[in-house]
Structure formats: C-alpha cells, structure tokens
C-alpha cells in the first residue's frame, strides 16, 4: 500500500489566519470558543501500486485537504495516515519559481524542491528543457515567460523527476492544445511504468481519461468509492438533480 | 481534540538531498539580491563603511571622548558582527512566514527555510569580514598567527543564529507580533553591544552581563584578535560555546515542536 487513509480526519481552528499576541492571550484565558471545521471526516481509503485514483466532489468538499495529507504536509488529527514511497504533488505547479531568475535557475531550484540529488538534477536537465519545448529561452528570466511557458516548465520538472506517486490537482489545463495532449501522454507513459497517482479534476472526461478508481466527497466525507464510471454517474446524477431543484 | 490515536507515519515523502537544497535557496537569495542593482555587492560594503565612518565622526570630533588609536576599526569590529546578528535574526524568523507557500505546497523538510537565510546572510557575512581584513591589513596592525581563532568564533556564532532563527521562525507562525519584539530587541542591541565604546570603559558591575550576551562576545574577541593581536580569553570563549549549543539544541526542540502546526496556521 502506497498511501493508507484509516479514520483520517482533519480540522481547522477558525482563528486560523490571526495568530496575533492578542488571540493566544484570549485562548488561555479561555474568552474564545470556537467551533472547530472539520475539512475531512473519518476518511479511510488506499492507494495501491500501479493504481490512479480520482477524487472528485463539489468545491470545499475537502479534496485540497486531502492531497495535503497524503502529501504528508499536515498530520490528521484523528486517525492515521501512512505514506509509503517517493511522492511528486504537484498541489502547486512551480513551487518556488522566481521571476528574477532564469527558467534554468527554477528549474534547478524546482527539482532542488522535489527531492532531486545534484547529479539527478544535471541528469533531467535536457530531457525537462525538450519536452516543456522553452529552447532557447531558457536562459532568459522568468518574467519574460508567458504564463504557459512558466505552467509548461513548472510540469516538465514534475513529470521528469521520476517519483512513485504523483499527486495532481487540478493542472492538466495547462498550455496549448498540443502540449496538453504531450502532459497525457505523459501520465499514461507513467501509469504503464506501474507508478501511482492521485488526480483531483473538474473535468469528469480527464478523471476518465486517467483513472480506473474514483472517490468521492462531500463535505468531508466519502460518499461512494469504486470504479470511475459507476461513481462519476452517481456523482454527476447527484449534481443534475441539485441544479434541477 | 487531538485524540492519542492520531498520528501520520511518512516512509520517504522527500528522501532529497539537504545540502543541494540549501546550497540551491541559498544561491536563490543571493542572486535575487544583487541582480537587480548596478553595484551588485558594493552595496554590502558600502553599508558598514559609511556607518562607520559616520559613527568615528561623531565620536571623535564631536563627543571626541575615543581613546582607542584605531577608532574606525574598533568601529567596524563591532559593525560587521552586530549587521550580521541583526539582519540574519530578522530574516531568519521569518523564513518560515516568508515561504508559506512552499511550506503548504512542497512536502520538503520545514528547518531548510531558516537554515537556509542564515547561511545566504553568512555570503553577505564574508564580504564584510573580507572588508575589515582588508582594512585591517593596510591601515591597522596588520596580520597575526591568532587570526586563526576567527573561524571558530564565527563558527559558535552563526551556531547561535541559528538557533534563534529555528526559535523565532517557528514562534512566528503562531504569534505574528514576533517581528516587533526583534526589532525592538535589535535597537536595544545597537547600544548594548559596544559598536562606538570599548569594554574598558564598562563598570566591573555590568561586564557579567556583557560577556553573556553572544554579539558583545563576538566583538570583544575580534578586536582582541584583530586590533590587540592576542587570543581570546578561554573564559569568554567557552562561554560563548555554552550559550551557542544550548541556543541551537534549544532552536531545534522548539522547532520540532511547532512545525506540525504550521500548515494550519499559514
């Protein structure tokens, strides 16, 4: 098992955001009592080798919270979460790019971020610079890219640096039409290796597309879990009927 | 709310390489920094020389109380170490704040962010310690076989750095008003570290408190070392030893502490 959700569950104070002398000094002295959210509830599910799951489900359905825990970002705070092998999230394309530095320099400090040695660094380098298609530009700073180029190069690095599981959330919109169909590719070049992924998507043709299993959540919880099909008719007949009252 | 039972077992989320993580954000600020100005480096020199020169002139033609015959130098003696302690503090509590991004999307190990600004301040660091050897050599007393001391005295100090930047980085997630105690703290430390007076003029009662504090014994042995041309007291030394592994072995518990609630809290 790659990852294992038993029970998860994860809240969130309400003052989050305010973490201000005053609200720490309110909290000892008891004055503030706050309803805590709570984003996932007794989540359980597993990820299996070889396996790509979808999660799919309404906005604030808890889908975020989720990549974060099987990220290992956060700890839940009841139940348990396992992780096991080398995980790519790509929760955020482009983690760390700077727009004073050129695509090379992020580049680097991208994989840096992902976990890559030096020497597997200088190993993808050419493979990343080919297929995010950049060229030349490569050498030129970051705030001279237009914001497919950079989405382009914040992709390349995740898909080349190789990890065992690759969380996806929402960022197969990225470039054009045929840079777009270079990232599916891509994805089912990595699902045949045997690798792992996690893929949150609005789009139910993309969830087809990529995975063989769906979750789905509402609220916080699972609602149904099984094959894509079955659960993306569940889902989306759950969405008709809302819109029809 | 947090019931026993919970808990998170990670095997390998990021199994990376530390050095080349740090080594990669360090060279990041730097080349961020000077990028963007014409005099690029200058600027790091530039700082400290006219502080220094500014600070002579006042106490020599206006106070005119300084004995000490390398007053500029005794200046920059306490300029150099006190610039390093106060930007390197400030940078590093908020490293952690500054990368919340990073912290909330990139499963890395949290403490590279404020080892990190540490050790790019220590780049600026090196420049200036160039600058004083420079001026050293060509207007004050030149080179001695104790120069060999400043390695380990810069050793237990950025130690020390590092510690409070550990401590403060993690506090500051949880309580933001964390930046003003510092700055308050740093202004504080501008008149109680002896930068424009020297240690013989403190009263015997007030030297205790001198020789506890890291900077004013970092600038008590440079100018031992660099102007006095004699080692620093073992006394002093194994002090500042103390306090910089307990300020570190302290900045790593409170670190560890806190870091699991930092994605809630950013």
Known sequence: ?245 | MESPAASIIVKSVWKGDYLFLIRTLVEKDFKIRYRNMSLGVLWSLLNPLIMMALLTFIFTKIFSGAQEKNFPIAVLCGLVPLNFFTLAWMTGASSIFDNAHLVKKVPVPRLVFPIASVLSNCMHLLIQIALLLGIVLVFGPGINIHWLWLPLIWALEILFVLGLALAFSAVNVYVRDTRYVIESANTVLFWLVPVFYSFAVIPVRFRGLYEINPVAALVLMMRNVLLEGHAPLASTLIRLAIVSFGMFGLGWVVFGRLKNGFYARL
């Open chain 1, 1 to 245: 098992m790659l990852i294992d959700f038993q029970n998860a569950s994860k809240c969130f104070p309400h003052s989050a955001g305010r973490q201000l002398l005053r609200t720490h000094i309110a909290r000892w002295f008891g004055r503030v009592r706050h309803e805590p959210f709570w984003a996932l509830r007794k989540v359980s599910f597993g990820l299996d080798h070889g396996e790509s799951l979808a999660i799919v489900g309404s906005n604030g359905a808890g889908k975020s919270t989720l990549l974060s825990l099987a990220a290992g970002l956060t700890a839940p705070d009841e139940g348990q979460v396992r992780i096991n092998g080398r995980i790519a999230a790509l929760l955020e394309l482009g983690a760390g790019f700077h727009l004073d530095l050129t695509g090379a320099e992020n580049l680097v400090l991208n994989a840096a971020l992902l976990g890559l040695s030096k020497r597997k660094t200088d190993e993808v380098f050419d493979r990343v610079v080919e297929f995010s298609g950049i060229g030349e530009f490569i050498d030129d700073p970051l705030r001279t890219y237009s914001s497919g180029m950079i989405m382009r190069l914040a992709f390349s690095v995740a898909i080349q640096c190789d990890p065992d599981i690759l969380l996806i959330d929402e960022v197969l919109g990225v470039g054009d039409a045929r840079f777009q169909e270079k990232c599916r590719e891509a994805l089912h070049a990595f699902r045949r290796a045997g690798k792992s992924m996690l893929f949150v998507s609005h789009a139910p043709s993309a969830v087809a597309d990529m995975c063989d299993r769906a979750l789905w959540l509402d609220h916080g919880s699972v609602m149904m879990d099984g094959p894509v099909q079955e659960v993306l008719d569940a889902y989306g007949g759950r969405a008709a009927m809302r819109q029809g009252l």
